[in-house]
Every structure is written in C-alpha cells, then in structure tokens.
C-alpha cells in the first residue's frame, strides 16, 4: 500500500470546522492510519467530543457514528444542527436512532 | 370582524368586505391559492388586466406564537405561467392580522403609465401617485428610505423594485424588514404581477390596530410556551442556523455530492471553503462592526437564521445572505471571492430581482459564452444595470429558462421555465421528484415539512436509491402546503418533526386563536386540498403531467462523485401527485 492509499482525509462542519482548523492548522487533514477505524474511534483520537456528532459522512455517504473507515477514505463528522429536508433525504433519519447525541431532543432533558 | 379588501386599479377604487365565508378558515397560502383558482383566468397574461396579486398573512400572524410573521402573495406567475404561491418574512404580515385585513387583492391594470403607492391603513385604502424620485431605476434602499420619510419609519412596506417596474420575468417583491433591510417574495416574478398594475409600492401603516383576538388566551400561551421549547431545543435553531445560517448546507451538500457545479455538470467543488456557513461566521466574527452573525427577519423570530455580512471595514453589505444565493454564484457560476458574492446579493435585492433565478440564469449564461466563468465583477455590472436595464440584463432577468433559449442550450437547469436551486435530483433523488411535480416549477421549499410521524417516511431513505422517495416527496408536499397556510417560517419544522410535543402545540395555537377543534388529520387534508387547488389551476392553464418532468440531460449526464443520472420514469413521477 502506497502512503496516499494509507491516508484517511478528514474534514469536520459546524463548529468542528473552527475546532479542526485551530488544532491541525487546515482543513482537510490526513491522517496516516494501517487499518480499518470506526468513526467513534477515529473521533476520540482527533479529541473530537461525542455530543458533536450527529453523523458521519464517508466517501460521500451519510454512516452512523461507528461505521468503519478504511485507509484511502474520504470522511467528514456533522455535528447536530443541519437544517433542511435533506436531513431526511441524505438518510440521517435511519442513522443513530438510539445514539443520546443526534439530532433528537436529548435523553437527559 | 375581519377584513377582505380589493383594490382595482383600471378604476383605482377599493372595496372593503367581510371575508367571504369560503376563505374565513383559509390563511397564507391555503388563502391565497384557493383564490387564485377561484377567480384568476388559468389562461390569462400574466401581466395583462385579468391577474390578480393576492397579500395574505398565515393563520398563526400577528399573535404572539414564535416565528409565525410569514406572508403569502399569490397570482398566476408571468415566469411558469403556474399558480404561484411566494412566501416572504418581513413586518407587513403581523401588521395586516393585527389590522384585522385577513387578504388583500390588486386587480385591473390602469391605462395609463402612472406609478402608483397604495396606504393601507385603520382608516382604509388610499391611491397615490408615486414620489417620481422611486421610480425610474431606484434602488430598493433607497426608495425604503424615502418612503419612510413620507410616511413614518414605522410603516410596513411592499415595493416593486426596479426589476418590478420593468415586468422582468424574475422580479420578486421586496418587503421591508424590521430594520428597514430586505426580506423577499423572491420566486416567480410577482414583483413583475405588481409593476404591471403599475404599484410601485404598498404602505401599511398598523397605528391604531389592536391585537389579533384570541378565542382562548390561555390555551394559546400554554401551546406557545411549548412550540417555542420544541423549536429552541432543537441543535437546528439553536445551534446550526443561528450561527451559521443557511449556508451551513455549503459543506454539507458539497460532501454528499449533490452539491451543483458549473451549472449542474458536477456534484461537488474544492473551494468550497471560500463560502461555507462556517467561512461566513468566522469572516463576520473577525470583521465585527455592523456585522451579526444572527438576526431574525421578523419580529418574534427566535430560530435567527439571518446575519448582517460586512465588509472589510465592518461596514452593513447585505443580511438575508443564503445558502442558495451563495451556492448559485459560488459553486455554480464559480465566482470564488464571498464579498463578490454579497455585493451582487446586495445588488440583486436592491434592484428587486429573485437571487436563486439569477444566480442560475448567471451560470447558464456562462456556459453560453454571455458572461466569461467565475467573473464575479462583470455579473455585479449586470444586476446593477437591471434597474434601467439592458439588453443583457433584460436576457438574465428573465431567467435561466429564456437565457437557455438564447443561448441555444440544452443544459438549462428549469423545472416548468424555474431555475432548479442548490440541490442536484440525480444525486438527491427525494428532492427531484419534488421539483418535478410541485405546482411551482422547481421549488425546494415547496417539499420541507412532513407533518406527523417522520420515521414512517424517512428512516429507510437513500438518497441515490428509488426506495421510499416517491411517498417522501408525497408527504413533503402536502406538508409544506399546510405550514404555509399559518404563516409560520419552514424552519420551525425541525422542531415539531423531532418532537411530538412540538407538533401538537402548533396545532393546539390554531385552534385556541379560532376556538376550533383541528386534528393533525384535518391539517393533512389541508395541505392536500391546497395542493388540489393549485394543480386544479395548472390543469386549465393547460399544463400536464408531461410538464412534471426533470430537464432531460438529467438522464443521461452523470454528475460525480456518485456518477448517477436521473432515472425516475414518467409513470413513477406522477405516482407523487396521487392522494
């Protein structure tokens, strides 16, 4: 496996665009990784805060949080708060229904 | 007793009713389609003497429930030659319920070329002639700011922009916000309806006005305290449109694919950056001065998606600045500097044209060699000359379907002669069926809200697969229809989609105000007769099923990075409108 294909490109929205930019200096950021990650994982690694993840997006595709990522993948985190029908459209509705952080009211409310 | 007034403006004489009973229920959209297909000729010019404009608040408007300061202003659209229904925020919608004028209707067309300014006021309708220094080519800000001069910086207005006087095809109606800035009925040309009666603007003035009534007072607090828990609660209104407004969606669609390119040739950019949502709160963060990264575009607004963007030196360029405008000079024009892109935002409000027709009819003269890509500067040129227009700006001005034609085009992005906004069908296959058979040619907000339980419909949705889309196009419809008869903002879907409590309580608000007895069912079948009424109205327009249909390169274009085409059959697309 070459270095590029060992590269995950990482982008975050929302407030994790500023949180990524200020941390790593750019946006996007690549990551060297040898094997499959879940996003969950990758995200406690970059000290991205479970609460501001809604979804997911790999290779162009709304995932659930601990969908597994590959060396070579495009992904992104989303935190809660996109607005629009396309939350339905783009397929957040079948994502993390029992996940305390998406974009339903908080369970702790 | 409420209000029904109509103004003739062939004898410029105004009649004030009571509301006839048929529409005594009707509010906002529900109101102004019903009438619409009750009495404007289906095959009239759309600028000759037979249209009638129609101005109705929502059902919810002027009472104190969150968010419910939304208008409509209906009439047969001289772009589609449909029905047409255009929403707009702004102050007249509260002020026109708290004057008890449940609609108001511009009909006749006067013989001569006088510009007119009609007064609604507590004392009735008043006719003048229009201050001569507002016609001619004056910018909106400008004629906002004589007009307020002449009749107090309390007043409500509507202006028919220069684009408006000139009955180009994309004209909106400009409504004065509640800091004297723009808020739009953007889509369909009404503003074109407006300057062919010759009204360059129309002053409401509430002094004197009392408070809507309220059948239950107290029912109607209880129900709004709980609405506006739904709608804060929700990360939508209270994180994601409050600081990044709109244009959040810039990075999201961008990452989904569906995100048009170069007039609809790709589904995602790498400069994207240059105006996401979150460039655009950074950039007023950093520049402060008159900038606000959140504002509301009318009173009681407590989602805020609005901002005010500065320039360099913090000074006001535009507000109201949204993710489709920015999307259809940014990604689909590829005019890559943000304040380019506010300037010509500014500039397509100050003349008074619809920023999403525009911005598309841009890219499609691009591609047609009218105006070189990316050139943000000469497209400014353009929409200023607008308002003593050119021959160019006239050929822009009338959307991307006229300039497709001229420019002897294939790929023009037009659903019914309306340009396609910021969201690509082949990618998103929901939101295609959308445009392809709603009333109003291609019209995203037209599929926004779903009313009852989301997860029936959309828990199994795949945005490049058949599955399920058809019934989420159905329901989006007729759900959106029914929002847009109470006067609410689409935005407050979020809250009552993801939260029962949310929904009842906006339900519960109606029937305290009118002291009825509304079921989420009766709500449904409201948004489906809307629907009935307005397809009623394209039928004797002589408009077809064969009329819901995507542009055709759809089919055959793949756009990546998903490489899909569109590939709905005509049999499956009519399957939306069955109901």
Same mark, same amino acid.
């Given at each position: 496996? $070459? #270095?590029?294909?060992?590269?995950?490109?990482?982008?975050?929205?929302? %407030?994790? =665009?500023?949180? /990524?930019?200020?941390?790593?200096?750019?946006?996007?950021?690549?990551?060297?990784?040898?094997g499959p990650?879940?996003?969950?994982?990758?995200?406690?690694?970059?000290?991205?805060?479970? $609460? #501001?993840?809604?979804?997911?997006?790999v290779?162009g595709?709304?995932? %659930?949080? =601990?969908?597994? /990522?590959?060396?070579?993948?495009?992904?992104?985190?989303?935190?809660?708060?996109?607005?629009?029908?396309?939350?339905?459209?783009l397929?957040?509705?079948?994502?993390?229904q029992?996940?305390?952080?998406?974009f339903?009211?908080?369970?702790?409310? | 007793?409420?209000?029904?007034?109509?103004?003739?403006?062939?004898?410029?004489?105004s009649?004030?009713t009571e509301?006839?009973?048929?529409?005594?229920?009707?509010g906002?959209?529900?109101?102004?389609?019903?009438?619409?297909?009750?009495?404007?000729?289906?095959?009239c010019?759309p600028?000759?003497?037979?249209?009638?404009?129609?101005f109705?608040p929502?059902?919810?408007?002027?009472?104190?429930?969150?968010?419910s300061g939304?208008?409509s202003?209906?009439?047969?659209?001289p772009?589609?030659?449909?029905?047409?229904?255009?929403?707009?925020?702004g102050?007249?919608?509260?002020?026109?319920?708290k004057?008890?004028?449940?609609?108001?209707?511009?009909?006749?067309?006067p013989?001569?070329?006088?510009?007119?300014?009609?007064?609604?006021?507590i004392?009735?309708?008043?006719?003048?002639?229009?201050?001569?220094?507002?016609?001619?080519?004056?910018?909106?800000?400008?004629?906002?700011?004589?007009?307020?001069?002449?009749?107090?910086?309390?007043?409500?207005?509507?202006?028919?922009?220069?684009?408006?006087?000139?009955?180009?095809?994309?004209?909106?109606?400009?409504?004065?916000?509640?800091?004297g800035?723009?808020?739009?009925?953007?889509?369909?040309?009404?503003?074109?309806?407006?300057?062919?009666?010759?009204?360059?603007?129309?002053?409401?003035?509430?002094?004197?006005?009392?408070?809507?009534?309220?059948?239950?007072?107290?029912?109607?607090?209880?129900?709004?305290?709980?609405?506006?828990?739904a709608?804060?609660?929700?990360p939508v209104?209270?994180?994601?449109?409050?600081?990044?407004?709109?244009?959040?969606?810039?990075?999201?669609?961008?990452?989904?694919?569906?995100?048009?390119?170069?007039?609809?040739t790709?589904?995602?950019?790498?400069?994207?950056d240059?105006?996401?949502?979150?460039?655009?709160?950074?950039?007023?963060?950093?520049?402060?001065?008159?900038?606000k990264?959140?504002?509301?575009?009318?009173?009681?607004?407590?989602?805020?998606?609005?901002?005010w963007?500065?320039?360099?030196?913090?000074?006001?360029?535009?507000?109201?600045?949204?993710?489709?405008?920015?999307?259809?000079?940014?990604?689909?024009?590829?005019?890559?500097d943000?304040?380019?892109?506010?300037?010509i935002?500014r500039?397509?409000?100050?003349?008074?044209?619809?920023?999403?027709?525009?911005?598309?009819?841009?890219?499609?003269?691009?591609?047609?060699?009218?105006?070189?890509?990316?050139?943000g500067?000469?497209?400014l040129?353009?929409?200023?000359?607008?308002?003593?227009?050119?021959?160019?700006?006239?050929?822009?001005?009338g959307?991307a379907?006229?300039v497709g034609?001229?420019?002897?085009?294939?790929?023009?992005?037009?659903?019914?002669?309306?340009?396609?906004?910021?969201?690509?069908?082949?990618?998103?296959?929901?939101?295609g069926?959308?445009?392809?058979?709603?009333?109003?040619?291609?019209d995203?907000?037209?599929?926004?809200?779903?009313?009852?339980?989301?997860?029936?419909?959309?828990?199994?949705?795949?945005?490049?697969?058949?599955?399920?889309?058809?019934?989420?196009?159905?329901?989006?419809?007729?759900?959106?229809?029914?929002?847009?008869?109470?006067?609410?903002c689409?935005?407050?879907?979020?809250?009552?989609?993801?939260?029962?409590?949310?929904?009842?309580?906006l339900?519960d608000?109606?029937?305290?105000?009118?002291?009825?007895?509304?079921s989420?069912?009766d709500?449904?079948?409201?948004?489906?007769?809307?629907?009935?009424?307005?397809r009623?109205?394209n039928?004797?327009?002589?408009?077809t099923?064969?009329?819901?249909?995507?542009?055709e390169?759809m089919?055959?274009?793949?756009?990546?990075?998903?490489?899909?085409?569109w590939?709905f059959?005509?049999?499956?697309?009519?399957?939306?409108?069955?109901?």
């Amino acid at each position: 496996m $070459d #270095d590029a294909k060992k590269m995950l490109e990482i982008r975050g929205f929302l %407030q994790l =665009d500023a949180f /990524l930019k200020k941390k790593y200096g750019k946006m996007p950021i690549f990551l060297e990784i040898d094997g499959p990650i879940s996003g969950l994982e990758l995200s406690e690694k970059l000290g991205i805060n479970r $609460d #501001d993840i809604e979804v997911i997006f790999v290779n162009g595709f709304v995932q %659930q949080i =601990d969908y597994i /990522l590959n060396p070579g993948d495009r992904m992104a985190f989303l935190p809660p708060g996109c607005p629009g029908p396309y939350r339905i459209a783009l397929g957040f509705y079948g994502k993390n229904q029992d996940n305390a952080a998406n974009f339903k009211i908080k369970k702790d409310e | 007793m409420q209000k029904f007034i109509r103004i003739d403006m062939t004898t410029l004489k105004s009649t004030i009713t009571e509301v006839p009973a048929k529409y005594a229920g009707l509010g906002g959209r529900a109101l102004t389609s019903c009438f619409v297909n009750d009495e404007v000729n289906p095959t009239c010019h759309p600028l000759g003497k037979n249209n009638k404009i129609i101005f109705a608040p929502g059902l919810l408007s002027g009472t104190s429930a969150p968010n419910s300061g939304r208008m409509s202003v209906g009439a047969k659209s001289p772009l589609t030659g449909t029905i047409k229904e255009s929403n707009t925020g702004g102050s007249a919608s509260q002020m026109l319920a708290k004057m008890g004028i449940k609609a108001f209707v511009i009909e006749g067309k006067p013989a001569d070329d006088q510009f007119y300014v009609i007064k609604l006021d507590i004392n009735g309708v008043t006719i003048e002639a229009a201050p001569a220094e507002i016609l001619g080519g004056c910018g909106n800000y400008e004629a906002i700011r004589i007009l307020g001069e002449k009749y107090g910086a309390h007043v409500g207005i509507a202006l028919a922009g220069p684009a408006g006087e000139y009955r180009m095809p994309a004209a909106n109606i400009s409504f004065k916000d509640p800091d004297g800035n723009m808020r739009s009925a953007g889509r369909g040309g009404l503003g074109a309806v407006l300057g062919s009666k010759n009204v360059k603007a129309i002053v409401i003035d509430e002094t004197g006005a009392g408070k809507v009534p309220i059948a239950d007072p107290e029912a109607f607090m209880a129900a709004s305290k709980v609405f506006a828990k739904a709608l804060l609660d929700h990360p939508v209104a209270g994180k994601g449109l409050a600081l990044y407004g709109t244009d959040v969606l810039i990075n999201i669609l961008n990452e989904a694919g569906g995100l048009p390119a170069k007039n609809f040739t790709a589904g995602r950019i790498d400069f994207n950056d240059n105006f996401s949502g979150e460039t655009m709160n950074a950039t007023i963060t950093e520049r402060g001065g008159d900038g606000k990264v959140s504002h509301g575009c009318h009173k009681g607004c407590i989602i805020r998606c609005s901002q005010w963007y500065p320039d360099k030196q913090g000074k006001y360029i535009t507000s109201g600045f949204e993710y489709e405008t920015i999307w259809g000079l940014g990604a689909n024009s590829e005019i890559k500097d943000f304040d380019t892109i506010a300037y010509i935002d500014r500039a397509m409000d100050d003349v008074g044209i619809d920023s999403i027709e525009t911005a598309v009819a841009v890219a499609v003269a691009m591609e047609g060699g009218l105006i070189p890509w990316g050139d943000g500067d000469r497209v400014l040129e353009i929409v200023k000359e607008m308002a003593t227009p050119t021959p160019l700006a006239r050929i822009i001005a009338g959307g991307a379907g006229v300039v497709g034609k001229v420019c002897g085009l294939y790929r023009t992005p037009v659903v019914k002669d309306q340009a396609i906004p910021a969201y690509d069908p082949r990618a998103i296959k929901g939101i295609g069926l959308t445009y392809a058979t709603t009333p109003m040619g291609a019209d995203h907000t037209a599929g926004y809200c779903i009313s009852g339980n989301i997860l029936k419909i959309g828990a199994d949705i795949d945005p490049l697969k058949k599955d399920g889309q058809i019934e989420y196009a159905r329901a989006m419809q007729i759900g959106t229809a029914a929002v847009d008869s109470t006067g609410m903002c689409l935005f407050v879907y979020f809250g009552v989609a993801d939260n029962p409590a949310g929904y009842q309580a906006l339900i519960d608000m109606i029937n305290a105000q009118y002291g009825i007895n509304l079921s989420s069912d009766d709500v449904d079948e409201l948004g489906k007769t809307v629907l009935r009424f307005e397809r009623d109205f394209n039928k004797r327009a002589g408009f077809t099923n064969a009329h819901d249909r995507l542009p055709e390169f759809m089919e055959y274009e793949a756009i990546e990075p998903h490489n899909v085409v569109w590939d709905f059959s005509p049999e499956e697309i009519d399957e939306v409108m069955k109901f």
